[in-house]
């Protein structure tokens, strides 16, 4: 009795619920109506059976419950019946499996005036490249990947040459233009997800996947990973910008061939010298950093981190939050640097600078930790991509960390967890790295975590670090709890 | 069908004596059913709580710091893997199959005792390893229960050592077990039946546990040898699954393998398990429906046909779960195709289980709420099945939280309800006591509404676009605030129904000792296993005499006779004798 009710309850709670829910789709910006007009189908069919099996269900529980002066009927078999009820549910199957594979068999069929573009992933980031000119993607192969070549493009395929490279999670398309997307892994499965398009398909290393849409909304949607991929998966985000042929052109404008990336000229070490003076200041001639006046260690960070970083001050990715008064002084000094040229200069004598590490003075008055364990558990988490020693990959697009001074990571993980930095929505790497901030939950949590990372010593810099008249060897690496005499000292 | 001497004549001889032999090294397939039974619980109990950490993580993010990703991912791997094959194919195949075949067939035991006890120990080692991978360094696997290379065995996944490697083991280890059972299940039932027991006559609970067996013994070793290639993949640098790839930026030896490879082997034996957890539950539905409407189970002939065919088309179905993994995207036609015509027969079981419902006389036991409850969930996963089987509405609903609601409510709740139905029903047989009737309706309702709260709102985040396996959402423009709210009460649905399986844990034990008593029969119903000399049955089943058969096993409310039931084993002659119990 009680049962027959609840069913029908749960039946009716189903129903209401579907109608009233403000979780559903979220509105298509694809070409692929067919898809959701199935799945409106499917509901209907399914929903009716839903509501009429589980109400004869009730019906009977109700009707037929226990009466001990009735007997329950014998009746073992009713072809007729069964055969009726075959092939209605047949007619029901077929009612949603014929159009479903008519739409499947666009899915398959690309358009001939579809353009391509290929998505490549890899652990925890995608980028992104187009054909160039002649529309044809060059050859590329695992084994050719490398810092100077990230994409593994052949240098020796003439079709590569003007292959134009996206090394970002955004990627711009044009509006009412079919693409064809190709998929390409570097490392383990990914999946090509952006909910609006409604069609999604796996990256597979070794292989080379594709799906087909044709965008019908202005706008910036967001890409998904949805295939695991490890412990960051979730912080796997892209970017998918349907622009007008106006605004395609300008951000196509402003991409490199990867022919011109081959050839782009290194940085001048003297002009970036003098442009440096001004950054001197506070950041010391050595890139030493200085607390005093808010300036992180420079010295030791690699040329495209930093470029990254200029970049984004000048555009006011990062330096705009009004939280952020140090970023704001930073990103006016960004603004002296007048072009791509000076920044390039710039960087690379950074880079240039001995890698340097704080005194053992400047790491015990630091945060204190309730113990080194409990950082170094902590530091597992952001191991993966920043290094065991915290030394900075470029492959992974994470800056180095060891070296940095305490006071200075404490605050960029506490802008992270307000989302002071990394929020804006052109800051590639920010989402994840907020994402990921908060797995500190608390105060003690950082400073656990900074404890130990300014403990670390990367084995990259065991070699000579050279600093006016004192050459000093690193041979004698010092323990992480030890005294150090062989490496530069800096004072906080 | 011949028997031998030693089967028909009691031999009081080789009745185990000592308590290890009655209880420990046991070869009475009854004891093996109870440890196999337990040993299940057990493991699921861990897996309930490994869920309610995970479940703590998505309602409240960024609250629990003992909570990290890779934790996370080590909670949903062995949340998943467990309840699939160390609770469900185990409690259902190596405890009721154990415990039902011999006796539902009129054996004495299974055709294989000793490779029986074997199995268990063989089951019991599996699990041990399982969960020693939780204290080796890195922890247990983080990979997903698909267990999907390259990234399951290199950095960047919890549990890439020590962890997969124990996994795998175990893996090894429980198929090892499972062939050692299963062919003594598909043995006993093809040649130990009792006399008048043919095929046609057996109970559905039965065929359900046979179909299911020899599609565990076909589809098992796809998942033995996907799991020694990918040790060896991990072990000795082979490239079975490997392509050439990076590892977090650096080149790896590998060269030449398919990761698709793998999850074609992975689900050929993956969507036969959906079937070996389903079959067994169907058919002990079947029978628990039958037995307390009092009413023969409607359209057996097509139930049988219908358990054979899905049995089978679960064969050449796999690759519906492949639909977005870079397959040759034309192999969607044929997949999307025979998946939903595996609807059809399904369709006709949950039509036939209402059916038989109609005109009958419904006793509203506990092992009916839940067998009632199991047509309403099965129902609801069976119908979002037909979204996901149909390749290109897979396509935006793939990897998403519809996915995790409807495999949920299609192998999760429904084969669990029927479970709790099959425990409530054989509970007196097996101790000879009652289960507590009121904490058994409190548990019923508990689990029955709980869970629809849990996984109802699941699909619609599904819908939504949430994707599974994210440890957070993470500040994400298209899903709405309100989206956590519901993750909120969706936790707090599934902590209630978690607390309230410890009340059930508390009625088995409590009504082990303390339960009302059942009598051999409590339910009158008509299948062998009721009408055993002795309740619990002592070793050997039946005594003196092994049952004849002499008709199926629903003569329920048969016309003309005064008792409500006819068991399998009474002749026609005694029909006429049988007074309104049952008795002759």
Redesign the interface.
Known sequence: ?A?AV??LL?VL??VV?HFV??????PIASN?T??DD??TL?FW??GI??IA??G??AY??FR????KN?????????KK??VW??VF??IG?AA??AP??V???D??TVPDDAEIFEVVG??WHWSYRLPGKDGVLGQS???L?DEKNPFGLNPDDINAQDDILIPSNVMHILLDQPVKVL?R?????H?F?V??F??????????E?YLWFTPTRLGR??M????????????M?GQIVVDTAQDYQVWLDKQFTFRESLDAPAGDLQLGKKLYASCAACHGDNGQGNEALNAPMLAGQPAWYLTRQLNYYKTQVRGSHQQDIYGQQMAAMANTLVDAKAIKDVTAYIASLPTLAISPAAVSNGPLARSIASGQRLF??CA??HGDQAQG????NAPRLAGQHAWYLKRQLQNYRA?IRG?HREDLYG?QM??MS??L??EQ?IDDVIAYITRLKPAADAGYLQLGSRAISATESPSITGQSRSTQEVSR | MNYTAIVDQPDESHHPTSFMAKYIWSQDHKVIAIQYSITALFVGLVALALSAMMRLQLGFPDSFSFIDPSSYLQFVTMHGMIMVIYLLTALLLGGFGNYLIPLMVGARDMVFPYLNMLSYWTYLLSVIVLLASFFVPGGPTGAGWTLYPPQTILPGTPGNDGGIILMLVSLAIFIVAFTMGGLNYVTTILQARARGMTLMRMPLTIWGIFTATILGLLAFPALLVSAIMMMLDKLVGTSFFMPAILSLGEPLNYTGGSPVLFQHLFWFFGHPEVYIVALPAFGMVSDVIATHARKNIFGYRMMVWAIVAIGGLSFVVWAHHMYVSGMNPYFGFFFATTTLIIAIPTALKVYNWSLTLWRGNIHMTVPMMFAIGFIFTFTHGGLTGLFLGNVVVDLPLSDTYFVVAHFHMVMGVSPIMVLFAAIYHWFPKVTGRFLHTGLGKFHFWMTFVGTYSIYLPMHYLGFLGVPRRYFAMGPTEFIPESAQSLNASITISALIVGVVQLIFLFNIIWSTFKGKKSGPNPWNATTLEWQTEYTPPRHGNWGGKIPVVYRWAYDYSVPGVKADFIPQNVSPQEVEMMDDKGGA
Request: aromatic residues 14%.
């Open positions: 009795m049962i609840v069913i749960l709670v189903s619920f829910s403000p979780w559903w789709f979220t692929w067919a898809i199935t799945i499917t069919i399914t059976v839903f099996v589980n004869f269900l009977c529980v037929f419950r226990f009466d009735r007997r329950a009927d014998y009746e073992p078999e009713n019946l069964e009820l075959t549910t047949t199957v949603m499996l479903g594979l739409v499947w068999g899915f398959v890899q652990q192969a695992v084994e990947m998929m892994s570097k490392d383990v499965l999946n997800a909910p609006q409604r069609v999604k398909m796996d990256l597979v290393p070794g292989i996947t949607f967001e998904l990973c949805e295939e695991l991929c490890g412990m960051a998966h979730y912080t985000r597992t988490n993966y991509c990959k470029f492959a992974l989302s929020a989402t907020i994402m908060r797995l939950q608390n949590a």
